[in-house]
C-alpha cells in the first residue's frame, strides 16, 4: 500500500482556477489498453503521475517569470517548439532561464500566486487517492513553484527543475540535473518499485513532447489537451478543458 499523504493545513480555495468551457469528448485510440488498465485497478491501487505546465495548471510557469523580464513572448515561442518536438528539452530550458538572470526571487512568489489549476485536476487527484493509490507530479518547470502546488492539492510526490539562486537573484541557470523526458519516465518507474504498484496500474498524464516517454511506459498515456507530436502516440485524448473526465474512464468512484 502506498505512504499516507502528510496532513497539510493550505486550503486548496487558495489557489486560482482555469475558465471551466464545455467539455469534447475523449478520444480512446486504443481501447483494449484502457480495458486492461481497468480490469487491473480492480485488482489493486493505482499510480498517477501527471505533469503539471498546461496539463495540471493551465500556465507554463517559465513564461510568467519571462513575463517579470520583459521576454514573455519570446520564451513562448521557444517553449512551444520544444512542446511540438522541434528543440532539444534540456537546451531549450537552458536559453529560457537564462533570461530570468538578475531578476529578485520575490518574482517566484508572485508567479506561485498566479498559476490557475486545470479544473477537475483536484477531484482526480482526490479519487484516485481515494481509491489507495499515489498521485505525483514531474515537470520540465520549476520546484519553487511545482513543490507547494503539490503541497496544497495534497499530492504525495513533485520532482521539478531548481532555479539557482545567488544574493536573493535568480542567476539565469538551473541547479543539478534537467528533467527532461527521459528523466519523467524513470520517475514513473521509480515511483511504481517503491510503492509496489505494476505497471499496468499506472497512468501518466502529459500535454507535450517532452511527456512522451513517460507515456509510453506507463501502463496507461494520457494526453491532455494536448500537441500533435504526443496526442497521435498517446492511449487517450483529453481534449480538455477538465481533467477529472478521466475519472469515470478508469472506472474510478469520485471521492
Keep these: 500500500m502506498p505512504d499516507s499523504p502528510p496532513a497539510y493545513d493550505v486550503a486548496v480555495s487558495r489557489l486560482g482556477t482555469v475558465p471551466d468551457d464545455t467539455p469534447a469528448a475523449p478520444l480512446v485510440r486504443r481501447p483494449e489498453v484502457l480495458e486492461r488498465t481497468r480490469v487491473a485497478l480492480t485488482e489493486g491501487p493505482p499510480l498517477l503521475l501527471t505533469d503539471v505546465d498546461s496539463t495540471l495548471i493551465g500556465d507554463e510557469v517559465i513564461e510568467l517569470l519571462a513575463a517579470h523580464a ?34 529578485p526571487v520575490t518574482v517566484v512568489e508572485a508567479v506561485r500566486a498566479a498559476v490557475r ?19 505525483g ?16 492539492m495534497r499530492i504525495h510526490h513533485a520532482v521539478a527543475n531548481t ?5 536573493g537573484r535568480l542567476t539565469g541557470r538551473v541547479a543539478g540535473e534537467v528533467v527532461d523526458r527521459a528523466v519523467k519516465a524513470r520517475v514513473l518507474r521509480e515511483l511504481a518499485e517503491r510503492h509496489g504498484i505494476p505497471m499496468e496500474r499506472t497512468i501518466a498524464v502529459g500535454d507535450g513532447a517532452n511527456d512522451l516517454d513517460m507515456l509510453e511506459a506507463a501502463g496507461l ?28 474512464l478508469l472506472g474510478l468512484p469520485r471521492a
Design 70 to 103: 520583459g521576454k514573455e513572448p519570446e520564451v513562448r515561442a521557444v517553449t512551444e517548439a520544444a512542446m511540438r518536438g522541434e528543440l532539444d528539452f534540456a537546451q531549450s530550458l537552458h536559453a529560457r532561464v537564462a533570461v530570468l538572470e538578475g531578476l
Design 117 to 135: 489549476v486545470t479544473p477537475g485536476a483536484q477531484e482526480l487527484v482526490d479519487a484516485v487517492t481515494a481509491a489507495g493509490g499515489v498521485v
Design 137 to 152: 507530479v514531474v515537470s520540465g518547470g520549476f520546484v519553487e513553484v511545482v513543490g507547494p502546488l503539490a503541497e496544497t
Design 163 to 167: 532555479l539557482e539562486v545567488s544574493d
Design 221 to 248: 498515456g494520457v494526453a491532455f489537451a494536448a500537441k500533435p507530436a504526443l496526442a497521435d502516440r498517446a492511449d487517450v485524448c483529453l481534449p480538455g478543458p477538465r481533467l477529472d473526465d478521466l475519472i469515470e
